[in-house]
Protein backbone atom coordinates (compact mmCIF):
# COMPACT_ATOMS: atom_id res chain seq x y z
CA UNK A 1 0.00 0.00 0.00
CA UNK A 2 1.65 3.21 -1.15
CA UNK A 3 1.32 5.48 2.11
CA UNK A 4 2.02 9.70 1.77
CA UNK A 5 3.53 11.12 4.94
CA UNK A 6 6.14 13.89 5.38
CA UNK A 7 9.16 12.79 7.52
CA UNK A 8 11.39 15.79 9.02
CA UNK A 9 9.52 18.24 6.29
CA UNK A 10 9.73 16.36 3.48
CA UNK A 11 7.02 14.31 1.74
CA UNK A 12 7.58 10.93 1.34
CA UNK A 13 5.97 7.85 -0.48
CA UNK A 14 6.70 4.49 0.85
CA UNK A 15 4.91 1.02 -0.10
CA UNK A 16 4.20 -0.55 3.03
CA UNK A 17 2.99 -3.91 4.08
CA UNK A 18 -0.22 -4.06 5.77
CA UNK A 19 1.37 -4.83 9.42
CA UNK A 20 4.51 -2.81 9.10
CA UNK A 21 5.33 -0.92 11.65
CA UNK A 22 6.48 3.06 11.59
CA UNK A 23 9.92 1.70 13.27
CA UNK A 24 10.43 -0.22 10.44
CA UNK A 25 9.78 2.11 7.75
CA UNK A 26 11.81 4.55 8.91
CA UNK A 27 14.86 1.96 9.67
CA UNK A 28 15.20 -0.13 6.39
CA UNK A 29 12.98 1.93 3.75
CA UNK A 30 14.21 5.40 4.74
CA UNK A 31 17.65 4.52 6.40
CA UNK A 32 16.93 6.80 9.37
CA UNK A 33 18.72 5.25 12.00
CA UNK A 34 18.61 7.47 15.31
CA UNK A 35 15.39 5.89 15.67
CA UNK A 36 16.52 2.51 17.75
CA UNK A 37 14.86 -0.70 17.97
CA UNK A 38 14.75 -1.93 21.83
CA UNK A 39 12.22 -3.78 23.22
CA UNK A 40 9.61 -3.83 20.22
CA UNK A 41 6.57 -3.83 22.87
CA UNK A 42 6.63 -0.22 23.58
CA UNK A 43 7.72 -0.44 27.25
CA UNK A 44 11.48 1.60 26.52
CA UNK A 45 11.02 5.02 24.22
CA UNK A 46 13.90 4.20 21.99
CA UNK A 47 11.96 4.33 19.39
CA UNK A 48 10.45 7.52 19.87
CA UNK A 49 9.27 9.66 17.06
CA UNK A 50 7.21 12.95 16.90
CA UNK A 51 3.72 12.81 15.39
CA UNK A 52 2.22 16.01 14.68
CA UNK A 53 4.17 17.41 17.64
CA UNK A 54 3.58 14.08 20.15
CA UNK A 55 5.99 11.67 20.94
CA UNK A 56 4.83 8.04 20.08
CA UNK A 57 6.16 4.81 20.27
CA UNK A 58 7.16 4.24 16.42
CA UNK A 59 7.40 -0.31 17.06
CA UNK A 60 3.60 -0.19 18.23
CA UNK A 61 2.47 2.36 15.65
CA UNK A 62 0.92 1.00 12.05
CA UNK A 63 3.12 2.58 9.26
CA UNK A 64 -0.17 3.15 7.26
CA UNK A 65 -1.62 4.91 10.25
CA UNK A 66 0.51 7.58 9.92
CA UNK A 67 -0.62 8.35 6.99
CA UNK A 68 -0.41 11.84 5.72
CA UNK A 69 0.66 12.82 9.44
CA UNK A 70 4.01 14.66 9.98
CA UNK A 71 6.85 12.77 11.64
CA UNK A 72 9.67 13.94 13.16
CA UNK A 73 12.66 12.17 14.17
CA UNK A 74 16.04 13.99 16.20
CA UNK A 75 17.54 15.21 12.48
CA UNK A 76 14.79 17.55 12.33
CA UNK A 77 16.48 19.28 15.58
CA UNK A 78 19.77 19.10 15.47
CA UNK A 79 23.10 17.29 13.66
CA UNK A 80 26.98 16.39 14.17
CA UNK A 81 28.41 19.87 14.23
CA UNK A 82 24.40 22.15 14.24
CA UNK A 83 23.26 20.27 17.71
CA UNK A 84 19.93 21.85 19.25
CA UNK A 85 20.44 23.97 22.78
CA UNK A 86 19.29 21.13 24.56
CA UNK A 87 21.22 18.80 23.13
CA UNK A 88 24.57 20.76 23.84
CA UNK A 89 23.26 20.65 27.76
CA UNK A 90 22.54 17.05 27.61
CA UNK A 91 26.56 16.76 26.05
CA UNK A 92 27.98 19.10 28.92
CA UNK A 93 25.78 18.07 31.78
CA UNK A 94 27.33 14.25 30.58
CA UNK A 95 23.88 13.31 30.68
CA UNK A 96 23.86 10.16 28.09
CA UNK A 97 26.66 7.06 28.59
CA UNK A 98 25.63 4.66 25.42
CA UNK A 99 23.58 7.05 23.96
CA UNK A 100 20.97 4.39 22.91
CA UNK A 101 18.21 6.33 24.81
CA UNK A 102 19.22 9.94 23.92
CA UNK A 103 17.31 10.47 20.82
CA UNK A 104 14.18 9.33 22.05
CA UNK A 105 15.23 10.94 25.15
CA UNK A 106 15.84 14.32 23.68
CA UNK A 107 12.47 14.46 21.37
CA UNK A 108 10.15 13.88 24.81
CA UNK A 109 11.89 16.82 26.19
CA UNK A 110 11.54 19.10 22.92
CA UNK A 111 7.17 18.32 22.97
CA UNK A 112 6.68 18.99 26.37
CA UNK A 113 8.90 22.16 25.81
CA UNK A 114 7.35 23.46 22.62
CA UNK A 115 3.94 23.20 24.87
CA UNK A 116 5.41 23.96 28.13
CA UNK A 117 8.39 26.01 27.99
CA UNK A 118 8.36 26.23 31.63
CA UNK A 119 8.17 22.81 33.41
CA UNK A 120 8.27 21.60 36.92
CA UNK A 121 11.26 19.19 37.38
CA UNK A 122 7.86 16.83 37.89
CA UNK A 123 6.93 17.80 34.98
CA UNK A 124 10.02 16.84 33.03
CA UNK A 125 10.06 13.53 34.80
CA UNK A 126 6.57 12.48 33.90
CA UNK A 127 7.30 13.86 30.23
CA UNK A 128 10.39 11.70 29.77
CA UNK A 129 8.98 8.49 31.56
CA UNK A 130 8.35 6.43 28.29
CA UNK A 131 11.65 6.85 28.26
CA UNK A 132 14.24 3.84 30.12
CA UNK A 133 18.10 4.62 30.29
CA UNK A 134 19.93 1.65 31.21
CA UNK A 135 23.09 3.77 32.35
CA UNK A 136 22.36 6.95 33.19
CA UNK A 137 19.82 6.84 36.56
CA UNK A 138 18.51 10.21 35.26
CA UNK A 139 19.91 12.58 37.43
CA UNK A 140 21.75 14.32 34.71
CA UNK A 141 19.70 14.12 32.50
CA UNK A 142 16.74 16.18 34.14
CA UNK A 143 19.42 18.51 35.47
CA UNK A 144 20.33 19.01 31.98
CA UNK A 145 16.58 19.59 30.72
CA UNK A 146 15.75 22.07 33.97
CA UNK A 147 19.31 24.19 33.15
CA UNK A 148 17.88 24.67 29.69
CA UNK A 149 14.74 25.78 30.73
CA UNK A 150 15.67 28.00 33.41
CA UNK A 151 18.82 29.91 30.82
CA UNK A 152 15.45 30.05 28.46
CA UNK A 153 13.27 31.54 31.50
CA UNK A 154 16.29 34.27 31.93
CA UNK A 155 16.68 35.06 28.47
CA UNK A 156 13.15 35.84 28.25
CA UNK A 157 13.26 38.21 31.61
CA UNK A 158 15.84 39.89 30.25
CA UNK A 159 14.09 40.97 27.24
CA UNK B 1 -0.39 -15.72 10.01
CA UNK B 2 0.30 -13.35 7.60
CA UNK B 3 -1.47 -9.97 7.63
CA UNK B 4 -3.40 -10.02 4.37
CA UNK B 5 -4.65 -6.50 4.15
CA UNK B 6 -5.40 -3.29 5.96
CA UNK B 7 -8.06 -1.44 5.41
CA UNK B 8 -8.47 2.19 6.00
CA UNK B 9 -12.39 3.07 5.53
CA UNK B 10 -13.06 6.49 5.65
CA UNK B 11 -16.41 6.38 6.48
CA UNK B 12 -18.39 4.39 9.46
CA UNK B 13 -20.58 2.79 7.10
CA UNK B 14 -17.46 1.52 4.54
CA UNK B 15 -16.34 0.26 8.58
CA UNK B 16 -19.32 -1.36 9.33
CA UNK B 17 -19.51 -2.76 5.68
CA UNK B 18 -16.21 -4.58 6.20
CA UNK B 19 -16.98 -5.73 9.65
CA UNK B 20 -20.47 -7.38 8.66
CA UNK B 21 -18.77 -8.83 5.45
CA UNK B 22 -15.08 -9.84 7.37
CA UNK B 23 -16.56 -10.52 11.17
CA UNK B 24 -13.76 -12.03 13.38
CA UNK B 25 -11.12 -12.57 10.76
CA UNK B 26 -11.02 -8.81 11.00
CA UNK B 27 -9.42 -6.91 14.07
CA UNK B 28 -10.20 -3.45 14.30
CA UNK B 29 -6.92 -1.27 15.07
CA UNK B 30 -7.34 2.19 16.90
CA UNK B 31 -3.82 2.94 18.88
CA UNK B 32 -2.75 -0.16 17.88
CA UNK B 33 -0.92 -0.23 21.72
CA UNK B 34 -2.65 -3.64 22.19
CA UNK B 35 -2.89 -5.24 19.16
CA UNK B 36 0.43 -4.50 17.71
CA UNK B 37 1.70 -6.25 20.92
CA UNK B 38 -0.23 -9.31 20.80
CA UNK B 39 0.46 -9.91 17.00
CA UNK B 40 3.59 -9.32 17.48
CA UNK B 41 4.20 -12.00 20.62
CA UNK B 42 1.43 -14.41 17.93
CA UNK B 43 -1.29 -14.01 21.15
CA UNK B 44 -3.96 -13.23 18.27
CA UNK B 45 -4.04 -13.73 15.04
CA UNK B 46 -5.66 -10.96 11.79
CA UNK B 47 -5.54 -11.68 8.19
CA UNK B 48 -7.05 -8.32 7.99
CA UNK B 49 -6.26 -4.85 10.02
CA UNK B 50 -8.85 -2.30 9.82
CA UNK B 51 -7.29 1.26 10.49
CA UNK B 52 -10.27 3.37 11.61
CA UNK B 53 -8.17 6.79 12.06
CA UNK B 54 -10.22 8.02 8.75
CA UNK B 55 -13.11 7.48 10.72
CA UNK B 56 -15.13 10.86 12.14
CA UNK B 57 -15.03 9.69 15.83
CA UNK B 58 -12.51 11.98 17.20
CA UNK B 59 -13.54 14.45 19.86
CA UNK B 60 -15.14 14.74 22.97
CA UNK B 61 -18.57 17.35 22.93
CA UNK B 62 -20.89 17.73 25.20
CA UNK B 63 -24.26 16.99 24.75
CA UNK B 64 -27.62 17.24 26.18
CA UNK B 65 -27.90 14.89 28.54
CA UNK B 66 -24.19 13.19 28.34
CA UNK B 67 -20.64 13.59 27.51
CA UNK B 68 -20.14 11.75 24.53
CA UNK B 69 -16.08 10.52 24.06
CA UNK B 70 -15.44 9.22 20.08
CA UNK B 71 -14.11 6.08 20.12
CA UNK B 72 -10.88 7.74 18.13
CA UNK B 73 -10.74 9.83 21.42
CA UNK B 74 -6.82 9.25 23.08
CA UNK B 75 -5.89 9.34 26.79
CA UNK B 76 -4.25 12.41 25.94
CA UNK B 77 -7.22 14.07 25.37
CA UNK B 78 -9.38 12.49 27.87
CA UNK B 79 -6.24 13.64 30.19
CA UNK B 80 -6.52 17.95 28.80
CA UNK B 81 -10.26 17.62 27.61
CA UNK B 82 -11.52 20.61 29.56
CA UNK B 83 -15.03 19.14 29.86
CA UNK B 84 -13.82 16.24 31.58
CA UNK B 85 -11.18 18.84 33.82
CA UNK B 86 -14.35 19.08 36.20
CA UNK B 87 -16.25 16.51 39.02
CA UNK B 88 -17.27 13.71 39.25
CA UNK B 89 -15.37 13.89 36.16
CA UNK B 90 -11.29 14.05 37.67
CA UNK B 91 -10.21 10.79 38.27
CA UNK B 92 -10.71 9.72 34.84
CA UNK B 93 -8.43 12.19 33.60
CA UNK B 94 -6.59 11.07 36.40
CA UNK B 95 -6.77 7.30 35.53
CA UNK B 96 -5.94 7.98 32.31
CA UNK B 97 -2.92 10.32 32.90
CA UNK B 98 -1.54 6.96 34.15
CA UNK B 99 -1.85 4.47 31.53
CA UNK B 100 1.25 3.37 30.11
CA UNK B 101 3.75 6.73 29.08
CA UNK B 102 3.36 9.78 27.02
CA UNK B 103 3.86 7.76 23.99
CA UNK B 104 1.15 5.58 25.06
CA UNK B 105 -1.52 7.87 25.49
CA UNK B 106 -0.82 9.71 22.75
CA UNK B 107 -1.86 6.42 20.40
CA UNK B 108 -3.87 4.88 22.42
CA UNK B 109 -7.92 5.42 22.49
CA UNK B 110 -10.00 5.54 25.38
CA UNK B 111 -12.40 3.32 23.65
CA UNK B 112 -9.69 0.95 22.77
CA UNK B 113 -8.66 0.58 26.79
CA UNK B 114 -12.21 -0.87 27.37
CA UNK B 115 -12.42 -2.77 24.35
CA UNK B 116 -9.22 -4.59 25.54
CA UNK B 117 -10.86 -6.52 28.18
CA UNK B 118 -8.59 -7.00 30.71
CA UNK B 119 -8.94 -6.54 34.18
CA UNK B 120 -6.33 -3.98 34.93
CA UNK B 121 -7.41 -1.70 32.00
CA UNK B 122 -7.15 1.61 33.90
CA UNK B 123 -9.72 3.64 32.61
CA UNK B 124 -12.57 0.94 33.68
CA UNK B 125 -12.58 1.63 36.93
CA UNK B 126 -13.73 5.63 37.12
CA UNK B 127 -15.89 4.99 33.86
CA UNK B 128 -18.12 1.79 35.62
CA UNK B 129 -18.04 4.49 38.36
CA UNK B 130 -19.58 7.24 36.39
CA UNK B 131 -22.48 4.88 35.18
CA UNK B 132 -21.03 4.95 31.66
CA UNK B 133 -22.44 3.69 28.63
CA UNK B 134 -21.02 2.02 25.31
CA UNK B 135 -22.09 2.93 21.51
CA UNK B 136 -22.26 -0.07 19.99
CA UNK B 137 -22.79 0.25 15.88
CA UNK B 138 -23.42 -2.34 13.19
CA UNK B 139 -25.00 -2.83 9.71
CA UNK B 140 -27.79 -4.31 11.85
CA UNK B 141 -28.36 -1.94 14.31
CA UNK B 142 -27.14 0.72 16.88
CA UNK B 143 -27.61 -0.39 20.38
CA UNK B 144 -26.40 1.25 23.89
CA UNK B 145 -25.34 -0.96 26.83
CA UNK B 146 -24.07 0.21 30.14
CA UNK B 147 -20.51 -0.49 30.61
CA UNK B 148 -21.67 -2.97 33.72
CA UNK B 149 -22.95 -4.77 30.76
CA UNK B 150 -19.87 -4.45 28.68
CA UNK B 151 -17.15 -6.71 30.38
CA UNK B 152 -17.82 -10.88 30.13
CA UNK B 153 -14.60 -12.32 31.29
CA UNK B 154 -10.74 -11.59 30.75
CA UNK B 155 -10.30 -10.08 27.10
CA UNK B 156 -14.27 -11.18 26.30
CA UNK B 157 -16.57 -8.29 25.93
CA UNK B 158 -20.03 -7.44 24.50
CA UNK B 159 -19.11 -6.88 21.36
CA UNK B 160 -20.08 -9.36 18.55
CA UNK B 161 -18.00 -9.81 15.26
CA UNK B 162 -19.87 -7.18 13.42
CA UNK B 163 -20.12 -4.60 15.86
CA UNK B 164 -17.47 -1.90 16.90
CA UNK B 165 -17.75 0.75 19.77
CA UNK B 166 -18.33 4.22 18.62
CA UNK B 167 -18.46 6.14 21.72
CA UNK B 168 -17.96 6.58 25.39
CA UNK B 169 -21.14 8.42 27.01
CA UNK B 170 -20.98 10.16 30.38
CA UNK B 171 -24.13 10.91 32.15
CA UNK B 172 -23.95 15.25 33.18
CA UNK B 173 -24.21 15.26 36.82
CA UNK B 174 -26.16 17.65 39.22
CA UNK B 175 -23.43 20.41 41.03
CA UNK B 176 -23.14 19.14 44.42
CA UNK B 177 -19.73 18.61 46.60
CA UNK B 178 -17.85 15.85 44.55
CA UNK B 179 -14.99 13.66 45.59
CA UNK B 180 -13.50 11.39 43.47
CA UNK B 181 -9.78 9.36 43.75
CA UNK B 182 -8.30 6.90 41.70
CA UNK B 183 -5.55 4.84 42.51
CA UNK B 184 -3.57 2.18 40.76
CA UNK B 185 -0.56 -0.01 42.65
CA UNK B 186 2.05 -2.12 40.13
CA UNK B 187 5.89 -3.17 41.34
CA UNK B 188 7.37 0.33 39.77
CA UNK B 189 6.34 4.08 39.61
CA UNK B 190 6.03 4.57 36.02
CA UNK B 191 4.69 2.85 33.18
CA UNK B 192 3.14 -0.73 34.66
CA UNK B 193 -0.01 -2.59 34.49
CA UNK B 194 -1.73 -2.27 38.18
CA UNK B 195 -2.54 -5.55 39.67
CA UNK B 196 -5.04 -3.65 41.53
CA UNK B 197 -7.09 -0.51 40.72
CA UNK B 198 -9.45 1.72 42.24
CA UNK B 199 -12.24 4.68 41.39
CA UNK B 200 -14.13 5.81 44.03
CA UNK B 201 -16.72 8.73 44.15
CA UNK B 202 -18.49 10.25 46.76
CA UNK B 203 -21.07 13.00 46.71
CA UNK B 204 -21.38 14.69 50.15
CA UNK B 205 -24.63 17.01 51.35
CA UNK B 206 -23.14 18.19 54.73
CA UNK B 207 -22.14 15.26 56.65
CA UNK B 208 -24.01 12.91 54.63
CA UNK B 209 -23.24 10.50 51.76
CA UNK B 210 -25.74 11.38 49.32
CA UNK B 211 -24.41 9.17 46.31
CA UNK B 212 -21.38 6.46 46.90
CA UNK B 213 -19.58 4.73 43.80
CA UNK B 214 -16.54 2.31 43.89
CA UNK B 215 -15.18 -0.09 41.23
CA UNK B 216 -11.99 -1.98 41.15
CA UNK B 217 -9.90 -4.01 38.89
CA UNK B 218 -8.37 -6.98 39.06
CA UNK B 219 -10.25 -8.16 41.74
CA UNK B 220 -12.62 -10.40 39.84
CA UNK B 221 -12.56 -11.44 36.43
CA UNK B 222 -13.59 -8.10 35.14
CA UNK B 223 -13.67 -5.01 36.51
CA UNK B 224 -16.40 -4.70 39.17
CA UNK B 225 -18.69 -1.92 40.58
CA UNK B 226 -19.33 -2.42 44.77
CA UNK B 227 -22.73 -1.88 44.42
CA UNK B 228 -23.92 -3.53 48.20
CA UNK B 229 -21.09 -1.40 49.62
CA UNK B 230 -22.58 1.99 47.62
CA UNK B 231 -26.46 0.72 48.96
CA UNK B 232 -25.05 0.71 52.83
CA UNK B 233 -23.31 4.24 52.77
CA UNK B 234 -25.68 5.75 51.14
CA UNK B 235 -27.77 8.62 53.15
CA UNK B 236 -25.26 7.99 56.12
CA UNK B 237 -22.78 9.84 57.93
CA UNK B 238 -19.18 8.34 58.11
CA UNK B 239 -18.57 7.30 61.17
CA UNK B 240 -15.71 4.91 61.92
CA UNK B 241 -17.88 1.82 62.39
CA UNK B 242 -19.99 2.33 59.25
CA UNK B 243 -16.49 2.31 57.43
CA UNK B 244 -15.28 -0.80 59.11
CA UNK B 245 -18.94 -2.61 57.66
CA UNK B 246 -18.80 -1.06 54.41
CA UNK B 247 -14.67 -2.42 54.09
CA UNK B 248 -16.52 -6.05 55.47
CA UNK B 249 -19.65 -5.63 52.52
CA UNK B 250 -16.57 -4.69 50.11
CA UNK B 251 -14.65 -8.41 50.76
CA UNK B 252 -18.30 -9.55 49.66
CA UNK B 253 -18.21 -8.31 46.48
CA UNK B 254 -14.91 -8.58 45.45
CA UNK B 255 -13.05 -12.42 44.28
CA UNK B 256 -9.41 -11.67 44.23
CA UNK B 257 -7.06 -14.73 42.91
CA UNK B 258 -3.17 -15.15 42.75
CA UNK B 259 -1.20 -14.60 39.58
CA UNK B 260 2.48 -14.04 39.06
CA UNK B 261 2.52 -10.38 39.80
CA UNK B 262 0.50 -10.31 43.28
CA UNK B 263 -1.53 -12.40 45.81
CA UNK B 264 -4.87 -12.45 46.19
CA UNK B 265 -4.19 -11.81 49.95
CA UNK B 266 -2.16 -9.06 48.75
CA UNK B 267 -5.11 -7.75 46.40
CA UNK B 268 -7.07 -7.74 49.48
CA UNK B 269 -4.91 -6.01 51.74
CA UNK B 270 -4.86 -3.27 49.09
CA UNK B 271 -8.35 -2.62 48.57
CA UNK B 272 -9.11 -2.88 52.20
CA UNK B 273 -6.31 -0.13 52.93
CA UNK B 274 -7.13 1.93 50.14
CA UNK B 275 -11.05 1.94 50.04
CA UNK B 276 -10.74 2.87 54.09
CA UNK B 277 -7.92 5.56 53.47
CA UNK B 278 -10.59 7.24 50.92
CA UNK B 279 -13.53 6.85 53.49
CA UNK B 280 -11.67 8.43 56.19
CA UNK B 281 -9.83 11.27 54.92
CA UNK B 282 -12.28 11.83 51.17
CA UNK B 283 -9.70 14.24 49.30
CA UNK B 284 -11.01 17.88 49.00
CA UNK B 285 -10.03 18.12 45.23
CA UNK B 286 -9.50 15.06 42.72
CA UNK B 287 -7.11 12.86 44.37
CA UNK B 288 -5.36 10.30 42.14
CA UNK B 289 -2.10 8.47 41.37
CA UNK B 290 -0.06 5.45 41.13
CA UNK B 291 1.66 3.66 44.25
CA UNK B 292 3.95 0.85 44.68
C1 LIG C 1 4.05 -0.31 27.10
C2 LIG C 1 2.57 -0.43 27.34
C3 LIG C 1 2.04 -0.01 28.55
C4 LIG C 1 0.67 -0.10 28.79
N1 LIG C 1 0.20 0.34 30.00
C5 LIG C 1 -1.12 0.25 30.26
C6 LIG C 1 -1.61 0.72 31.52
O1 LIG C 1 -0.88 1.22 32.38
N2 LIG C 1 -2.96 0.62 31.75
C7 LIG C 1 -3.81 0.09 30.81
O2 LIG C 1 -4.99 0.05 31.09
N3 LIG C 1 -3.36 -0.35 29.61
C8 LIG C 1 -2.04 -0.29 29.31
N4 LIG C 1 -1.57 -0.74 28.10
C9 LIG C 1 -2.49 -1.36 27.14
C10 LIG C 1 -3.05 -0.44 26.03
O3 LIG C 1 -2.12 0.55 25.70
C11 LIG C 1 -4.35 0.24 26.43
O4 LIG C 1 -5.30 -0.73 26.77
C12 LIG C 1 -4.90 1.14 25.33
O5 LIG C 1 -5.89 2.00 25.86
C13 LIG C 1 -5.50 0.39 24.15
O6 LIG C 1 -6.05 1.33 23.23
P1 LIG C 1 -5.69 1.31 21.68
O7 LIG C 1 -6.46 2.40 21.04
O8 LIG C 1 -4.22 1.32 21.46
O9 LIG C 1 -6.27 -0.12 21.30
P2 LIG C 1 -5.92 -1.09 20.09
O10 LIG C 1 -4.64 -1.78 20.36
O11 LIG C 1 -6.06 -0.39 18.80
O12 LIG C 1 -7.12 -2.11 20.26
C14 LIG C 1 -7.25 -2.95 21.39
C15 LIG C 1 -8.36 -3.98 21.13
O13 LIG C 1 -9.63 -3.35 21.07
C16 LIG C 1 -10.23 -3.48 19.78
N5 LIG C 1 -10.79 -2.17 19.47
C17 LIG C 1 -10.17 -0.97 19.54
N6 LIG C 1 -11.03 0.03 19.25
C18 LIG C 1 -12.23 -0.56 19.02
C19 LIG C 1 -13.53 -0.05 18.69
N7 LIG C 1 -13.75 1.26 18.56
N8 LIG C 1 -14.53 -0.93 18.52
C20 LIG C 1 -14.32 -2.27 18.67
N9 LIG C 1 -13.12 -2.81 18.99
C21 LIG C 1 -12.08 -1.96 19.16
C22 LIG C 1 -9.11 -3.91 18.85
O14 LIG C 1 -9.59 -4.70 17.81
C23 LIG C 1 -8.20 -4.69 19.79
O15 LIG C 1 -8.66 -5.99 19.94
C24 LIG C 1 -0.20 -0.64 27.80
C25 LIG C 1 0.33 -1.03 26.57
C26 LIG C 1 1.70 -0.94 26.33
C27 LIG C 1 2.23 -1.37 25.02
S1 LIG D 1 11.48 -0.23 20.84
FE1 LIG D 1 9.65 0.86 20.86
S2 LIG D 1 9.29 1.20 22.92
FE2 LIG D 1 11.03 -0.09 22.97
S1 LIG E 1 22.74 6.49 28.03
FE1 LIG E 1 22.71 4.34 27.72
S2 LIG E 1 20.59 3.93 27.73
FE2 LIG E 1 20.63 5.99 28.27
Known amino acids: MLIHFHVNGKACAVD ?33 VLLDGRPVASCIFLTVKARNHSIQTIEAFGEPGHLHPLQEKFRAHGAFQCGFCAPGVTLSAISLLNQNPTPTEEEVRRAISGNLCRCSGYV ?15 AREEL | MRVKECFCPSSQEQALALLAELGDALQI ?55 LNKEPYRFLQRAAGWVGSPQIRNAATLAGNL ?27 TREIPLTGFFL ?3 K ?13 LPRFPSGDYRTEFRKVGTRKELFIS ?35 EELL ?26 RHASKEYRMMLAENLLHRFLTEPPEGAEGGNLC
Open chain 2, 234 to 259: TGKSLTPALIDEALETMKTEVHPRTS
Open chain 2, 115 to 141: CTGIPSADTSTPLLALDARVRLASVRR
Open chain 2, 29 to 83: CAGGTDLLVMLRKGKTEAPFLMDISGLDLSGIREEEDHISIGALATLTDVQESPL
Open chain 2, 157 to 169: TALEADEMVTEVL
Open chain 1, 16 to 48: AAPDEKLLDTLREKLQITSVKRGCENGDCGACT
Open chain 1, 140 to 154: QIVEAIMDYVEERRA
Open chain 2, 195 to 229: IFHIASLLEMEGPLVKRARFAMGVMAPVPVRLFRT
Open chain 2, 153 to 155: APR
